[in-house]
């Protein structure tokens, strides 16, 4: 529930960590916002892993693509 501001300050924050190298592990429901940050994703499922490993340019162009290969099925 960030405002727009709040957004830029954090994806700035975020890209700053990554230039850096530091690791960041980041729970949201933004999902297209952080696959533009991520190396990594993962997808939990009623609590269970329901996926895990690299980020790819398929999931950035289309994120629903990982809620329908593993969220909903």
Do not use: N, W
Request: aromatic fraction near 4%.
């Amino acid at each position: 529930a960030l405002d727009d501001r709040a957004i830029a300050v954090l994806q700035t924050l975020l890209r700053q960590s990554l230039a850096e190298k530091k690791t960041i592990i980041l729970s949201t429901h933004q999902l297209r916002e952080a696959l533009e940050l991520a190396s990594h994703v993962a997808l939990l499922k009623g609590g269970q892993t329901a996926f895990h490993g690299p980020c790819t340019a398929e999931m950035v162009a289309d994120p629903s693509l990982i809620y329908a290969r593993y969220g909903e099925g």
